[in-house]
């Protein structure tokens, strides 16, 4: 981790996370009780390498700190930590997390832990109404979106950044970067497998089985391997019954959500699940949400043919042949 421009300042350490996209956690000192080195108010910003700006104690405070700033960045929630000598901590304030001071100074420390988790991105490839409709629900849903477009259409929007050479595209985070491809046929290949190359936590193609199936076959002439191939949920989307391009992308930003919030037991299950059933994909009833849960990478295995299945299938609207959908 590259060290802040002010290491002594974590107000600027703070600012400077944000403006690169780096998961951190703000801790922040709001009660002590003498003797402790650190006092109300005293800060200290902390990334996966530890304390990177500020201070809040010594060797009482700094370890446990360290540690709960390590669950916060996994688990997205905030802590109150109340560090004491006493055996417990006080049974009229709920919400504390009570840890027993480890050394001999005495005095007490209640630190406020609060994570800043980076925004997700969103890469929709295509130049398509669903791709559109991926934009505007994207960013509604505070995702960072970057549209890709590899053709010579107008563009869909003004207010759309568009990336127009599959080199230019900026760089990610793979475990919270999601990407679609709603390019209706036109470079779905190139897309998918300059998507795959980036280890991303979803990739999924907007397409009718038909054309999953065509899709996947050019992708394994190019080179691709089978076991990449098989990561791209296709069709994409929870199965709503969606039609229209904004349906479609409900369903699509749906199943993103799933995959995001999934636990890790639970992601695994879905994976083994899906390797043996032959389904095309099953995150809708294999997938429990879990709120906060860290970025997961769910593999998810195309369909040969209907099966009898042990999980729900999943997909979008467009292996109904929907209007948007070239076979």
């Not at 951190?24 to 530890?50: E, I, W």
């Not at 477009?149 to 970067?177: C, E, H, I, Q, W």
């Not at 069709?235 to 999934?262: K, T, Y």
Request: hydrophobic letters at 45%.
């Amino acid at each position: 981790m590259q060290a802040p421009s002010s290491p002594s300042d974590p107000l600027a350490a703070l600012a400077e996370l944000r403006a690169r996209g780096v998961p951190f956690v703000m801790a922040t000192v709001v009660r002590a009780v003498s003797p402790t080195s650190a006092k109300p108010g005293d800060k200290a910003v902390l990334t996966h390498g530890g304390v990177l700006a500020g201070w809040i104690g010594g060797s009482c405070a700094e370890p446990l700190v360290r540690r709960e700033a390590e669950a916060a960045l996994r688990d997205g929630e905030c802590r109150l930590l109340h560090i004491t000598p006493e055996a417990e901590g006080p049974a009229d304030r709920p919400g504390l997390s009570v840890h027993k001071m480890e050394c001999y100074s005495g005095g007490a420390l209640e630190i406020y832990i609060e994570p800043f988790l980076p925004m997700p991105a969103l890469l929709v490839f295509g130049n398509s109404p669903v791709a559109r409709a991926l934009c505007d629900l994207g960013r509604v849903m505070g995702y960072r979106v970057t549209a890709v477009d590899l053709g010579d259409r107008p563009p869909m929007g003004a207010d759309l950044d568009v990336v127009r050479d599959l080199d230019d595209l900026p760089a990610v985070d793979p475990s919270s970067t999601f990407a679609v491809v709603a390019s209706h046929g036109v470079f779905d290949e190139e897309s998918l497998d300059k998507a795959l190359s980036l280890d991303l936590a979803y990739t999924g193609l907007v397409a009718s089985a038909k054309r999953r199936d065509q899709v996947f076959a050019a992708l394994r002439a190019r080179g691709v391997a089978a076991d990449r191939v098989a990561r791209v949920s296709a069709p994409a989307g929870l199965e709503l019954g969606a039609r229209q391009p904004q349906e479609i992308a409900l369903a699509v930003m749906a199943q993103i959500v799933s995959v995001r919030r999934a636990a890790p037991s639970v992601a695994e299950g879905a994976i083994k699940s899906l390797a043996g059933s032959g389904a095309p994909r099953s995150l809708a009833a294999s997938t429990a949400p879990a709120a906060h849960a860290p970025e997961r990478r769910l593999a998810v295995a195309p369909a040969a043919a209907p099966a009898a299945q042990s999980v729900q299938s999943v997909h979008s609207c467009c292996h109904e042949r929907a209007a948007h959908d070239p076979e």
